[in-house]
């Protein structure tokens, strides 16, 4: 029985700018949108529903037996749009905690996205998500792969002190591939889509910069793999290659 206090929401949008149409992408006979939502739904965390501007992704959706809500077409980040369908699914404010999980990882497993909830056991953490260790120098150096700094809580869980795309900390030691999985606070997402973008955001273009530097409290969970989001022509065939073996 999934948990009433979690939403999981997953937000979709057709107008992708290196991979239009991506949400509907077939992928081993299915939508990627269907891929993520039924991987969301297996793990059995809470309600799931898809947050779209698309009437075609929404009836997409419906018609695989899941939930879809529309949402305005004009929402600058998947945080805004989730916020929005959190306000429509529970307008009387019973859900906690609100999972952002992002539309483009039909790799996703199920064990990644139950992990991202257990920081937020701790009263203080206001956004949990997810990094990785980077094991090799391409990710190491593509500016592409966004490193997670932290400092270590003990077990898995470390302390977010900054998100950079650049190759750091420098010196010997571990680096981390931040995962773009997000459980808010409803609080927490409240306040984050409030807030206007802040000076390191715009520079490093990272929307969580905009909570640390507004003060907000971010851990992350060290998982073992990286699900494999899909941006262009070469990550969708990738995706394909995986999701068709198994």
Excluded at 54 to 71: K, N, P, Q
Excluded at 178 to 183: D, M, S
């Amino acid at each position: 029985m999934t948990d009433p206090r979690i939403l999981v929401l997953i937000p979709a949008r057709m107008a992708a700018t290196r991979l239009p149409g991506k949400p509907l992408a077939d992928i081993a006979g299915l939508p990627m949108i269907v891929h993520v939502m039924r991987r969301a739904e297996a793990a059995g965390i809470g309600r799931v529903a898809v947050a779209t501007d698309t009437a075609e992704i929404a009836a997409v959706v419906t018609a695989h037996g899941g939930e879809a809500v529309m949402t305005r077409a004009e929402h600058p980040s998947g945080s805004d749009r989730i916020h929005e369908a959190m306000q429509k699914l529970d307008p009387d404010g019973k859900a906690e905690i609100v999972v952002n999980l992002q539309g483009d990882f039909p790799t996703i497993t199920i064990d990644n996205i139950r992990e991202v909830l257990p920081p937020l056991e701790d009263p203080a953490v206001d956004i949990a998500t997810l990094a990785s260790q980077i094991h090799t120098e391409e990710e190491d150096l593509a500016p592409s792969v966004v490193k997670a700094i932290g400092t270590s809580l003990g077990g898995k869980r470390m302390r977010a002190l900054y998100f950079t795309r650049a190759t750091a900390p420098t010196g010997d030691g571990p680096r981390y591939h931040h995962i773009g999985l997000y459980a808010y606070r409803r609080a927490a997402l409240e306040r984050y889509v409030s807030l206007p973008p802040s000076p390191l955001e715009l520079q490093e273009k990272l929307e969580q910069l905009r909570a640390l530097e507004a003060g907000m409290r971010i851990d992350f969970t060290i998982v073992d793999t990286v699900p494999r989001g899909v941006d262009t022509p070469a990550d969708l065939e990738t995706a394909r290659g995986i999701l068709s073996k198994s």
